[in-house]
């Protein structure tokens, strides 16, 4: 069974710093590429960060760029978010995606997704 689930959200002070996990077992995610993707209350899903196999490529969503970063560990079959100076407007709900095709592709939206986590929690207090 295929599954990637994600670690590391939690409560955190307007201005400080947290880093998701996500790993995928059941299969290789070597060759897919890996995105996070986050939800706020009210809101509808929207793209953060994508990388893609070779972890060369990176996009990143606007309002991110220059406090997040995505990597990615193939050895460890995990993809990891570090995500620094957070604030209030980044408390949502994470999650983490993977797709076989282009990385810039999830930045475009949240469709043709092959595998979605149950994603993670994030709350940024002011």
């Known amino acids: 069974q295929v599954q990637l689930v994600e670690s590391g959200g939690g409560l955190v002070q307007a201005g400080g710093s947290l880093r998701l996990s996500c790993t995928a077992s059941?299969?290789?995610?070597?060759?897919?590429?890996m995105g996070w993707f986050r939800q706020a209350p009210g809101k509808e899903r929207e793209f953060v960060a994508a990388?893609?196999?070779?972890?060369?490529?990176?996009y990143y969503a606007d309002s991110v760029k220059g406090r997040f970063t995505i990597s990615r560990d193939s050895a460890k079959n995990t993809v990891y978010l570090r995500m620094n100076s957070l604030k209030p407007e980044d408390t949502a709900v994470y999650y983490c995606?993977?797709?076989?095709?282009?990385?810039?592709?999830?930045?475009?939206?949240?469709?043709?997704?092959?595998?979605w986590g149950k994603g993670t929690l994030v709350t940024v207090s002011s």
């Open positions: 995606a993977a797709k076989s095709g282009p990385a810039q592709a999830m930045a475009v939206g949240d469709t043709g997704m092959d595998y």
């Open positions: 059941g299969r290789t995610f070597s060759t897919y590429a």
């Open positions: 990388i893609n196999w070779t972890g060369l490529t990176t």
